[in-house]
């Protein structure tokens, strides 16, 4: 197989180290239903249970199994054992971008910065929705394209755009078959919201809902997955049907129609749904009612910072709910406020008593992992496990403790992601102990002498044996010379791909090369070395000595060399490079990739 020209630029890139010494730098209790107007009539209490705050109390240490969470480091998502502090990678941005396409963030007005890639996985961790900055507009504003990645195949499928938008606030729904999102654009410079939309997750089926109205782009999802429930006045609260075919009403007794849901959370069972709605003097109430937002009940009041975005979660039995503001910054509206604190604010309420419950001393709420409260301490930006039943801190190691430094995404009690390989491998890779023919019958104008026809190689222990069998075999040096080049060293490559990871070494995956060289002379002479990958200097050095013979019994190309971490599984690739005197291109043959 010839030698592409952007792999022999590589080549030409590397090949004057080759022989110098120098380098160069579940089901359901109940079946849940789409909403619909209720006749119901309740009313919400008028007179909140008072909130009182639990008094502090000496923190007692639990011994426990803590299961599992998952983290983004911003280099990858990953699984922590919270135990022992084991950790996985489930998603790999770096992965993501050599499978999808790179990143622009970094070149964007939009940021200015490179912004970690867009992860959210879906509730049962086998794939994520994946938003990337694909493309610039002549602004220089972000076009964002989305992706359904499955983590254990990592192939990606883009979903459908939505017309006329620069992206969607895609959410998947709670049985991950669907997905549904605000889509947005920009009208001349000012950034405008435009329509609800739904969608498969194989990436098919957009089907465009409605128009949104007062900028009440948040939604929730009904946990029958089809339909979603903006966050909107009470007056206009319904339920969008993500067929298209209907938006029915919720009526909601008692409450004001002025008053603007502003977070919704469904109990594990389905059974009830936590809410929290917003009066036009930022005075906050929460409720707790049935799934179809019936026999409402008030649980406190409370005021609050209207610039934060809720969030309500249930612990998983049903005892406790945690409420969160937080405020994210959203580039692309074009608004950014840093005064406004990195920490939010979180109220955690215990349902069998009625009464707010003490949390640590300067934490920042995560969320439940089962019926413990994970946290950050702000002073310390340790990770920690506190149980709200006990007001005991569950007792974790060291390492544990120290593994993240901002909240994880998601507690879960097994391993997610067990099946999820590591790296990105080459498939159908050649590996040691095989041999393999070019299957490339047109040489076009590679010599005879480096037309390559089989590689094979052996591995015993760390000890790689290559041999190389080409179309003409001669001993005499002078015929592998370019005549009146003295620029390039022709010669021949074994590319070592240790762990079969195109993620690590060079920008191939390379870490090791075996290198044959022909050095112009009045007594041309051969070199041969191992050359080693630095990523410090993003260059290749001398790492070892490479035996080198002609057969000319076999009339083949010998060498042998030792690589500590060698394997059966490692990835070779075979090539000749070659100077073409006439075109003055390098070039040569490959056989594998």
Known sequence: MKIKPAFALLVLHLVFVACTSTPTPTSYPITPTALTESSATSTPNSMPPVATQLPQTEPVVENISNGWVIYDDTNNIISLNLDTGETKVLISRKEVQAIITPDKSAYSYTYGYEKPIKIILSPDFTKALISICASLDNKFRCVFEDYIYTLQSKSAIRLQ???????????WSLDGSKLA???WTYDVEAYKLLKFYAINNDGRGLTELAFITNNDWQFAWHPGNSDILPLT??????????????????SMPGLSPTDKVVCIGFSPDYNKVAFVTRSSANQDSFYIARSDFQEISLISTFATDPRYLCQATWSADQNFIHLDYQYTQREETGVEDLSIPTFGMDKVFNLISNQEVALPDN????????ENLSYIDNGTSAFGLFNPKTSNVINLSDNVKNAMKHCPLQWDKEQPGANVSQGLTTENACHPNASYVDDDTDPENIPDVFDLLEASSTLDGEVLSVVLKYSKFTEYLVEYLTPNVTDFLNGWDVFIDIDNNTLTGDSIGVEYRFS?????GNEPQIGSVIL????????????????VRFDSLAQTLNFTGSIAGL???SRLIF???YKDATTREVTGDSICK
Do not use: H, K
């Open 161 to 171: 755009p939505a017309p006329d938008s620069y992206g969607v606030y895609w959410q």
């Open 575 to 577: 090539l000749s490079r």
């Open 516 to 520: 044959v060289a022909i050095r112009a």
């Open 363 to 370: 934490s920042q709420i995560c969320g439940f992992a089962a």
């Open 233 to 250: 006045f009470i007056q206009n609260f319904r339920s969008i049907f993500t067929d298209g075919t209907s938006e029915p009403p919720i």
């Open 567 to 569: 394997t059966s599984d």
């Open 532 to 547: 080693a990958y630095d990523p410090v200097t993003d260059t290749y050095t001398r790492f070892g000595t490479l035996d």
């Open 181 to 183: 999102g605000a889509a």
